[in-house]
């Protein structure tokens, strides 16, 4: 064979240029990032414009649905909230102490545990374990419908499948993600007024007045705006991924397990850039 007919083949085949087909896949990643987070939006707006217009068109979201998800992922998930958030409430306790001592003002930790409480602690721990929770019963549903062709026998019927499905859990989340966070603050809370009383003797009715004392209704507004985004972004993460379900019972599994995986990753992150513009 010729040598330039050999430099060819060796051009032609991908792993002879690596640079090539790595700048290939980053394109070919990026283009179907891109396209993912354009459908989640055009559920997201498909999803609102049903929930605010469709009784207009007779057509509207199915109250029944909306309550069922929000007794599925509000009330039945509060337990595991408040023991996690209690938890929190105690470790946050046990450091601040810790570190004060130091400097001979442990009679601050009631303001620290406020403060990281509602602003921090309480919207990341609901937003986690509701990824955790309900995003991937989402993903996992709705994957497993789209594996049985029920999403295709509901537009066969006329049913939209955006307006059965989506807009009601986007409308339940809406509603008891935040109150769940709430639930969580005064949960986080509580656990730190108990250490603090064991371990300072500080009195329960006097942990509340300098908690209340320190927090503005900015610092719970904070942590209730946090999660009203992360109510929307654990939604459409688990939606998405169960629309895009193929090749049966493993491909449920894949999407269950890649939307658990990106809602926290997407929450960690939007976390951080809300806590860097309301805290400058």
Same mark, same amino acid.
């Given at each position: 064979?010729?040598?330039?007919?050999?430099?060819?083949?060796?051009?032609?085949?991908?792993?002879?240029?690596?640079?090539?087909?790595?700048?290939?896949? %980053?394109?070919? +990643?990026?283009?179907? $990032?891109?396209?993912?987070? @354009?459908?989640?939006? *055009?559920?997201?707006?498909? =999803?609102? /414009?049903?929930?605010?217009?469709?009784?207009?068109?007779?057509?509207?979201?199915?109250?029944?649905?909306?309550f069922a998800q929000m007794m599925g992922m509000g009330i039945a998930a509060s337990p595991i909230v408040?023991?996690?958030?209690?938890?929190?409430?105690?470790?946050?306790?046990?450091?601040?102490?810790?570190?004060?001592?130091?400097?001979?003002?442990?009679?601050?930790?009631?303001?620290?545990?406020? %403060?990281?409480? +509602?602003?921090?602690? $309480?919207?990341?721990?609901? @937003?986690?374990?509701? *990824?955790?929770?309900?995003? =991937?019963? /989402?993903?996992?549903?709705?994957?497993?419908?789209?594996?049985?062709?029920?999403?295709?026998?509901?537009?066969?019927?006329?049913?939209?499948?955006?307006?059965?499905?989506?807009?009601?859990?986007?409308?339940a989340m809406m509603i008891m993600v935040p109150v769940l966070t709430f639930f969580s603050d005064l949960?986080?809370?509580?656990?730190?007024?108990?250490?603090?009383?064991?371990?300072?003797?500080?009195?329960?009715?006097?942990?509340?007045?300098?908690?209340?004392?320190?927090?503005?209704?900015?610092?719970?507004?904070?942590?209730?705006?946090?999660?009203?985004?992360?109510?929307?972004?654990?939604?459409?993460?688990?939606?998405?991924?169960?629309?895009?379900?193929?090749?049966?019972?493993?491909?449920?599994?894949?999407?269950?397990?890649?939307?658990?995986?990106?809602?926290?990753?997407?929450?960690?992150?939007?976390?951080?850039?809300?806590?860097?513009?309301?805290?400058?």
């Amino acid at each position: 064979m010729l040598p330039w007919r050999r430099a060819c083949r060796k051009m032609a085949d991908p792993s002879e240029r690596p640079v090539s087909s790595s700048i290939e896949q %980053l394109g070919r +990643t990026t283009v179907r $990032g891109v396209e993912e987070v @354009g459908y989640s939006c *055009a559920l997201f707006i498909e =999803s609102l /414009l049903w929930i605010l217009i469709g009784q207009f068109i007779k057509q509207p979201v199915r109250i029944p649905s909306v309550f069922a998800q929000m007794m599925g992922m509000g009330i039945a998930a509060s337990p595991i909230v408040f023991i996690l958030s209690f938890a929190i409430g105690v470790m946050l306790a046990i450091q601040i102490i810790y570190n004060l001592k130091t400097f001979g003002a442990e009679s601050q930790v009631v303001v620290g545990v406020a %403060l990281s409480v +509602t602003r921090e602690f $309480g919207p990341l721990i609901t @937003g986690i374990l509701i *990824a955790g929770r309900t995003g =991937s019963a /989402l993903a996992a549903r709705i994957g497993t419908m789209q594996v049985n062709q029920e999403i295709d026998a509901l537009r066969v019927m006329g049913i939209n499948p955006v307006r059965y499905l989506v807009a009601p859990a986007l409308l339940a989340m809406m509603i008891m993600v935040p109150v769940l966070t709430f639930f969580s603050d005064l949960a986080g809370l509580l656990g730190g007024a108990i250490y603090t009383g064991i371990e300072l003797g500080l009195g329960f009715d006097a942990y509340v007045d300098q908690s209340l004392e320190s927090l503005k209704v900015n610092d719970i507004m904070q942590g209730l705006l946090k999660s009203e985004v992360f109510a929307v972004i654990i939604t459409l993460v688990g939606v998405t991924n169960g629309f895009a379900v193929i090749g049966g019972a493993e491909g449920v599994g894949r999407a269950t397990t890649r939307a658990v995986v990106l809602s926290i990753t997407y929450i960690v992150i939007a976390d951080m850039v809300f806590t860097y513009f309301l805290n400058r």
